[in-house]
């Protein structure tokens, strides 16, 4: 039966419970119907995503520590599997990815060519383990590959078919601030299937909520057992100490302090700390940059058109006749953290931050999208 | 779970293979400038290839070289035929091996894109139209419709700048232009020759001779931007309201429909809000230095 999320029914008196091992049943099930099933895993000291086949491919037991310019994986002294924060990885990474064959071109005869798309048969996706900031970053991007007058092909045929299961985020970083942009800890939509993981007092579950009607249909085949007042109770405690661990927080007035902070003197200050090196901009759940790149073979018969994930932070970015438009670090920061928390709502009806800390987390000088605000606002006039 | 934003924006006018360059062939080759700097194609589409709409006066294509890359280049004319005119300047790797092609080619296309010169606003106005160097390009649609339905319009102001009198571009037709009682074609250059005899300096000078009714005049400049800011101050001093004037953006640009990223301005996209905006859009990104 469907549950219509936010009813009554759903908040109080139908909560459903799963033991850990029931996300293993889950993997497997997803994968049985079909789906490329991704989530955590450790690797290269961070949690990153990538092909999980069961419970043992998940983080349990690990949590990561957050602060501008560090990030550390820590063992935890339960087992929870979604007890860390977020890695350097989003699912950005598979709905546009990194590098993307757009078309293959074919010299003719005659002189002309023919041009056939590049990537087809995606398989579809099942994502594992996303938190509430990742899912409102996919709605951000959603508007920028789908609301536009023409869609990203490629874009909407591997975000159609995705199976998303949230799990909401129980212990926010250092870095993290999606309290005070509206996006999270807990995920209000979105999902098809939403995991609240509660590691107390010995005992280890997870309530889960049914999003949509294939997540009620999966649900299901879980065979959730209804909740017990105290399960009911500890879930709850999560929800509500969650949103109060965020690291920092954004200002609420963002967009207009930095509408009104184009000449402001901070942006040369940074550009002293910032090494221009694209890291924020990669790590971003948001950002969409891309550069399209000609890959000829070498007897000139067929090219293919290459697509990149590109960032402002490069000169050649604003590449025109005469040089980079924006050349000075100053000018390219500025662009960056305009667009970001300015413009994009302009163009997009969104900020294009959702919260999640990771420029900050990878920043290698630590540089602090939240501390920047904070500090142009404080001195809008840049007198200090 | 499937995203609900499935839906084209309302304004979609564009074909489905908007991203895909399609074959159309080099019909001929026109040397624009002596060096052949600047040159004019005249392209033509393949057997089998859907062309888009027209293209309005103030919009651009993609133009793709097979094995080398992509380039937007506005439509200087369309042909009665269906031909569109590109005119272009050689001056990066794609412009250059553009340069060495010929009539015969086949040569990429999609588009068109981008916003239009307001040429239906300026019926029954005077109409100022300010360019510089190869800025001619992108205007000379607007000149080709006003000179088509030649009544439906006021006195007619061409204010050219160009580097030197070998620069100038599309010299023929200036000079029928300049031949013409039913077009004033003020011409100037930053440095002239021994042989040149007509104006030496900035174009703002040409406007400032006047000749429109600044109660009613629309005034489309597309330049350097440092030229379209003086140009524009120029129209405002001579009466114009800042938004009866409209200048032509360039900026890098990879896609051509708002997902690459390279061609904002502040909250504006080149390719999709622009090429053409009303001054006011722009004016304050004129004096923002690296916006």
Excluded at chain 1, 282 to 304: A, H, I, K, M, N
Excluded at chain 2, 148 to 158: A, K, M, N, P, Y
Excluded at chain 2, 200 to 221: E, K, P, S, W
Aim: glycine fraction near 10%; include cysteine; proline fraction near 7%.
């Amino acid at each position: 039966m469907a549950v219509p999320r936010g009813s009554p029914e759903a908040q109080e008196s139908f909560v459903e419970v799963i033991a850990p091992q029931a996300v293993d049943t889950l993997i497997r099930l997803l994968a049985g119907d079909g789906y490329e099933v991704v989530g955590p895993t450790r690797r290269d000291g961070a949690i990153v995503y990538d092909r999980v086949h069961g419970l043992d491919d998940l983080p349990a037991g690990w949590t990561d520590e957050h602060a501008p310019g560090h990030y550390r994986l820590r063992e935890r002294d339960d087992a929870a599997l979604f007890g860390y924060v977020v890695g350097p990885h989003s699912w950005k990474k598979y709905l546009f990815p990194p590098e993307e064959t757009l078309f293959r071109l074919t010299r003719q005869p005659d002189g002309s060519f023919v041009t056939e798309p590049g990537e087809s048969d995606v398989p579809p996706r099942a994502f594992i383990g996303m938190r509430a900031c990742e899912l409102a970053a996919i709605e951000v991007q959603d508007r920028v590959f789908l609301g536009q007058a023409v869609q990203d092909r490629g874009y909407a045929a591997r975000r159609q078919d995705v199976f998303m299961v949230a799990a909401h985020c129980a212990e926010p970083g250092g870095t993290c601030f999606c309290a005070s942009m509206d996006t999270g800890p807990r995920a209000r939509e979105g999902f098809d299937l939403a995991l609240t993981e509660v590691v107390d007092g010995g005992q280890h579950f997870l309530v889960a909520e049914a999003g949509t009607e294939a997540g009620r249909a999966m649900l299901e085949r879980l065979e959730p057992r209804a909740a017990t007042d105290a399960e009911r109770a500890a879930a709850e405690r999560v929800w509500a100490e969650a949103p109060k661990m965020m690291g920092r927080q954004m200002p609420g007035d963002a967009r207009e302090v930095l509408n009104q902070a184009f000449e402001h003197p901070r942006w040369g200050e940074t550009a002293e700390r910032c090494l221009s090196c694209s890291n924020c901009t990669l790590v971003c759940p948001t950002c969409f940059c891309s550069q399209v790149e000609e890959v000829p073979d070498l007897e000139g018969q067929r090219t293919e058109r290459v697509r990149r994930w590109d960032s402002c932070f490069n000169q050649e970015h604003s590449h025109l006749v005469g040089g980079a438009h924006r050349d000075s670090v100053a000018a390219r920061y500025r662009q960056w953290i305009t667009h970001k928390l300015a413009t994009w709502h302009d163009q997009f009806g969104t900020s294009g931050c959702v919260g999640c800390g990771r420029c900050i987390t990878w920043c290698p000088v630590g540089i602090d999208i939240t501390e920047e605000v904070t500090a142009v606002r404080r001195d809008p006039e840049g007198r200090a | 779970m499937a995203p609900e934003t499935l839906q084209p924006r309302a304004d979609s006018a564009l074909p489905e293979q908007a991203m895909a360059p399609q074959p159309w062939r080099i019909h001929s080759v026109r040397p624009d400038v002596a060096s052949n700097e600047v040159f004019s194609w005249t392209l033509y589409p393949e057997p089998g290839v859907e062309p888009g709409p027209p293209p309005a006066p103030g919009q651009f294509n993609m133009l793709y070289l097979f094995g080398v890359g992509e380039v937007p280049i506005s439509v200087s004319a369309i042909t009665a035929d269906g031909g569109i005119v590109h005119t272009t300047r050689a001056v990066g790797s794609v412009t250059r091996t553009m340069q060495d092609l010929g009539p015969g080619a086949v040569v990429g296309l999609r588009g068109p894109f981008g916003t239009a010169w307001p040429v239906e606003q300026a019926r029954g106005r005077d109409l100022v139209l300010v360019a510089g160097g190869i800025g001619l390009a992108p205007l000379r649609p607007v000149i080709h419709a006003a000179l088509e339905r030649r009544d439906d319009f006021g006195h007619v102001v061409i204010c050219y700048g160009a580097r030197s009198p070998g620069d100038m571009i599309f010299r023929d037709e200036l000079e029928a232009w300049g031949a013409r009682d039913d077009l004033d074609l003020r011409i100037t250059v930053d440095r002239g020759t021994a042989a040149w005899r007509g104006d030496v300096g900035v174009v703002t000078q040409l406007i400032d001779r006047g000749g429109f009714d600044r109660r009613n005049t629309l005034a489309m400049t597309c330049g350097p931007e440092v030229m379209m800011r003086f140009a524009a101050a120029s129209l405002e001093r001579r009466g114009l309201k800042p938004e009866d004037i409209f200048v032509s953006m360039e900026r890098n640009m990879r896609c051509a429909v708002g997902f690459c990223g390279h061609c904002q301005i502040g909250s504006q996209f080149v390719c999709r809000d622009g090429p053409v905006f009303p001054y006011p859009v722009m004016e304050p990104a004129f004096r923002i230095r690296e916006l």
